[in-house]
């Protein structure tokens, strides 16, 4: 190492402490709200968050607006696993194309749960056009037989052959059109008639009732769309997927030095793989990133993807590429993995980029998901004394400042490691939750109420029903905290994305006390978490039955709602 770079650490002390200083007057005050921008350099839109820093602006990021895929590859299924499977998974991809030209529904359903979308919500939200669409722009209709699409709209069985003129023309004039296409199912032959056999071309997507309203899990093969064959899904926004991206905890790490690929011996690392763990060491060829901040991380390595690979996968397909993908991190969850690629010593950057995997499983097999091995795509870019996020650095420490959370855990929160055997923590359903405090905080300090608590006009269904909790008005992207300690007992949609609660986190502070958050934009934490007073537990959004964005908190006490604004201190 060079005498400046020795010189330019004895620095970091003081860094760190003016960096401890800021984090707490950003969490002691009303935080500003983010800015976005297009950072010069960065080939998506990113935002200035106040507690993460340079972040992507998922808001306006769609798997078509990603960067295009720099290297172009295939993956070829074995036969047997096409057997197996019902349809053939394997697919090529070139250089220049976009992700939603060559992933696939089934790629997310763990993941984003695409799957989950009905074409009448992605219609509503990226204002499709609907009425001018063909049933022949929604690819997975030509695969569907006759008794396939009765079995995902059962609403058809009762219907007249005649009313729905599809159908009527499959069967050429086999059947009286009076008979109930239920009827028509009891003879095999003309339940294998494949809807492909007509031309879509001359059919509206209303033209078979149901078919927009359904989600889309409920069409045979539904996993083999490809994102573009799937009317406006390709522009739905990452924050606006059934399972929104969300970052995975909230550690950001300072870079101290680039380093380039002279480098060997490297062994406390921070990157890895899924299977093999993210504290993978490198013999030789080690360019890294130098993490130097926070005291969590400090002194740890991120290598390269460019230089070392790392065992990934999981079922019959973990053997595609060898087995292998590039090493790296999932700060924003399993859907993709951010890798650092070239290093330049000279001028102390760095370049990122995201990669892909396939994944295939149906009701009849689950062939798991391939290594991460489909990019890279370039993703943001990093440089000496500059930030990255990190997200999560050790399994159920999502944050760095809770401290109490940690513990309750099992874990040092100065180590992130677990700590010795000792009493487990006590079940929140029945005592004290860990990290409770016994008081509620604001979970949007300095926005103020714009619905109470009590009985109202409902705004959306205009009867008058009790609302069960407070409504804050927080913009859209408004960091939301947890109002105590507590367990995490739900964080998915309740209803849908468009009724109900839509995006909501329920915590359990012990003695029958809980709390809600809802109409959320995504979430910063999942069930079964442990998490401290004032820990992110999401973003504000309008999710749900909302006429706008805001937060609806409640407050429960053995399961009845209460007025909120009588615990909040």
């Known amino acids: 190492m060079t005498p400046y770079v ?27 709200s983010a800015q976005a921008s297009l950072q010069p350099g960065a080939p998506v839109p990113v935002l200035q968050d106040p507690l993460l820093g340079t972040k992507p602006d998922w808001v306006q990021i769609t798997l078509r607006t990603l960067p295009a895929v720099l290297e172009s590859g295939s993956f070829e299924a074995p036969a047997n696993l096409i057997r197996l499977l019902g349809y053939d998974p394997s697919r090529r991809w070139q250089a220049g194309q976009t992700a939603d030209q060559y992933m696939q529904l089934g790629d997310f359903q763990d993941s984003f749960q695409l799957q989950r979308f009905s074409l009448a919500e992605i219609a509503a939200l990226v204002g499709l056009d609907w009425p001018a669409l063909r049933l022949v722009d929604v690819a997975l209709v030509a695969w569907q037989t006759l008794g396939d699409l009765v079995q995902a709209l059962p609403d058809l069985a009762n219907r007249p052959v005649a009313s729905v003129p599809p159908i009527d023309d499959l069967l050429q004039g086999q059947v009286d059109p009076q008979t109930t296409i239920a009827e028509v199912l009891q003879d095999e032959t003309l339940a294998e008639l494949r809807l492909g056999e007509l031309n879509l071309e001359q059919y509206g997507l209303t033209d078979i009732p149901g078919l927009m309203e359904a989600p889309l899990e409920r069409f045979r093969d539904w996993q083999q769309s490809v994102i573009d064959q799937v009317p406006g899904l390709a522009d739905v926004p990452f924050t606006n997927f059934p399972n929104p991206i969300v970052e995975q905890g909230v550690v950001v790490g300072r870079v101290d030095v680039v380093f380039g690929a002279a480098e060997g011996n490297r062994a406390n690392t921070i990157s890895g793989s899924y299977v093999e763990g993210f504290n993978v060491p490198c013999e030789a060829n080690c360019a890294h990133l130098e993490i130097g901040q926070p005291t969590l991380v400090e002194g740890t390595q991120w290598v390269s993807g460019r230089y070392q690979q790392v065992r990934g996968g999981r079922g019959a397909l973990a053997t595609a590429n060898g087995g292998l993908e590039p090493t790296g991190r999932h700060p924003f969850g399993n859907a993709f993995k951010v890798v650092v690629l070239d290093t330049d010593e000279a001028s102390g950057t760095a370049e990122t980029g995201l990669y892909f995997r396939l994944c295939t499983r149906n009701l009849f097999a689950d062939l798991g998901c391939t290594p991460y091995f489909i990019g890279p795509i370039p993703w943001l870019p990093v440089q000496e004394e500059g930030m990255v996020f990190l997200g999560q650095i050790k399994e159920g420490l999502s944050t760095t400042d809770s401290a109490v959370a940690a513990t309750a855990k099992g874990i040092d929160p100065q180590t992130g490691q677990p700590k010795a055997a000792s009493e487990p923590a006590p079940d929140p359903r ?30 959306i269904h205009g009867d008058r029903r009790l ?12 960091l939301i ?11 998915g949609i309740s209803g849908s994305l468009t009724s109900g609660y839509g995006r909501l986190v329920i915590l359990n502070h012990g003695n029958g006390l809980e709390t809600y958050y809802a109409h959320l934009q995504g979430f910063f934490v999942q069930a079964g978490d442990i998490i401290a007073q004032g820990a992110p537990v999401g973003r ?3 999710t749900g039955w909302s006429t706008g964005p805001h937060l609806h908190f409640e407050v429960r006490q053995g399961g009845q709602p209460q007025n909120p604004m009588n615990y909040l201190s």
């Open 6 to 32: 020795l010189r330019r650490r004895r620095w970091w002390p003081v860094v760190g402490i003016l960096v401890f200083i800021l984090a707490l007057m950003l969490h002691g005050g009303r935080l500003s």
């Open 430 to 459: 029945h005592s004290g939750s860990p990290g409770a405090t016994g008081r509620l905080i604001h979970p949007a300090p300095g926005y103020g109420v714009t619905s109470s608590f009590g009985y109202r006009t409902h705004p």
């Open 467 to 478: 609302h069960s909790g407070t409504d804050f008005g927080t913009p859209t992207g408004t």
């Open 540 to 542: 504000a959004n309008s």
């Open 481 to 491: 905290r947890a109002a105590d300690g507590g367990q995490v007992t739900f964080a």
